[in-house]
């Protein structure tokens, strides 16, 4: 009935000795249109019908991880806000989610976070620097800004969650930003890690980085959304490895 898109994918986590695909389904622009006519969409949906190979693995990892962090926040109780339109500011996130724990405070209760979601290595240098460092530097420029707080009006302190493919990508990453870019507002994971248990997944951020022992943190909790925002300094949720 043209509901649904549905294309093969290369799933690159599996290690067998061929390539091995899946089948990714997507509602089309009808299917859409049908879900909000129903009151099954938000608004804040989008459509594609004509996805690229390239577009399709990006969205999906987008998806995967927003499967994830709605299953933690509710296994949490915490409340999730998700976002992926109308996001192009200063910066141009794959999406932006809030994080809120309904048991603390109004004002102290919120923390924000910027999704980038990366399948290349580093690369297109310009005056020595890759293209993701590039993007992430106006990430460190906005940081705790006027520009930031008129862009979005409930904050101007946030995190970046950067998920790479692989361990050796991640640790590259980590390398370019601790020469001069040493900030918690940088969380860098891989999509592995986040698949595997969300809540325990290993972020780590160049503050402190050092090839022997990288400091680290998880959205595992003891209840605090503090934690959340990797400033509970607690051995449990900061941890050097």
Not at 43 to 66: M, W
Not at 115 to 129: A, C, P, Q, T, V
Not at 197 to 217: K, N, W
């Amino acid at each position: 009935m043209g509901y649904v898109n549905r294309a093969p994918l290369v799933d690159f986590g599996r290690s067998e000795r061929f390539l091995y695909y899946r089948q990714v389904y997507w509602l089309s622009s009808k299917g859409l249109e049908l879900a909000e006519e129903e009151g099954l969409a938000n608004g804040d949906a989008k459509a594609n019908d004509d996805h690229s190979p390239r577009t399709l693995d990006h969205e999906h990892e987008i998806s995967r991880f927003h499967f994830a962090v709605k299953e933690f926040c509710g296994s949490k109780q915490l409340d999730l806000y998700w976002r992926q339109h109308d996001l192009k500011k200063a910066v141009n996130p794959d999406a932006l989610f809030a994080i809120t724990d309904p048991l603390k405070p109004d004002g102290e209760n919120t923390f924000y976070y910027f999704l980038e979601i990366e399948r290349s290595k580093l690369g297109k240098y310009m005056n020595g620097e890759p293209q993701l460092l590039r993007k992430l530097v106006k990430y460190y420029e906005y940081y705790n800004s006027e520009e930031c707080l008129g862009d979005w009006d409930d904050f101007n302190q946030f995190r970046v969650i950067v998920v790479v493919r692989t361990e050796a990508r991640r640790r590259n990453l980590l390398t370019h930003l601790s020469d001069h870019y040493k900030h918690r507002m940088f969380w860098i994971t891989t999509a592995e890690l986040c698949g595997q248990d969300f809540g325990r997944a290993d972020f780590r951020y160049p503050a402190g980085f050092q090839r022997d022992g990288v400091l680290a943190c998880s959205f595992a909790t003891t209840g605090s959304v503090s934690a959340l925002n990797g400033l509970d300094t607690t051995p449990s949720i900061i941890t050097f490895k």
